[in-house]
C-alpha cells in the first residue's frame, strides 16, 4: 500500500456522533468501523440539526473518502471549527442511515 495516500483514514481517530433518532446507532458504526480496523472514540450524541445525509467532517481537504462506502448516503465536510481538538474526524449519521 502506498504510504501517506489521502484516502486511508485508518490512523487518524474517528468520532462517530448519532445525528437520527435510533439509540445505539452511532456504538453499531462505530463497532463497523473498528472491525475495519479504523481507530474510533466513544460514540456520543449529536445535539446539532439532523440531516438526512451523513457528514463526514475533516479537518483537512482530501480526507475521509474512505469512509463513504460505510453509509447510506455520506458526504464529506472540511469543518475544522467544528471538531473537537482531541479527534481528527468526526461522522454525524444521518437519518437516512436508520
Known amino acids: 500500500s502506498q504510504e501517506g495516500t489521502t484516502a486511508d483514514s485508518k490512523s487518524l481517530l474517528i468520532e462517530v456522533t448519532n445525528g437520527g433518532n435510533i439509540n445505539g446507532l452511532a456504538a453499531q458504526y462505530s463497532k ?31 480526507v ?21 481538538s482531541d479527534i481528527d474526524i468526526r ?3 444521518g ?3 436508520q
Open 32 to 62: 463497523k468501523l473498528e472491525d475495519s480496523g479504523y481507530r474510533v472514540a466513544s460514540p456520543s450524541n449529536y445535539s446539532g440539526q439532523q440531516n438526512t445525509y451523513t457528514r463526514i467532517q475533516v479537518k483537512n481537504k482530501g
Open 95 to 97: 437519518t437516512k442511515e
Open 64 to 84: 475521509g473518502s474512505d469512509l463513504i462506502a460505510f453509509f447510506t448516503d455520506a458526504k464529506v465536510e472540511v469543518a475544522p471549527k467544528e471538531i473537537g
Open 91 to 93: 461522522i454525524i449519521l
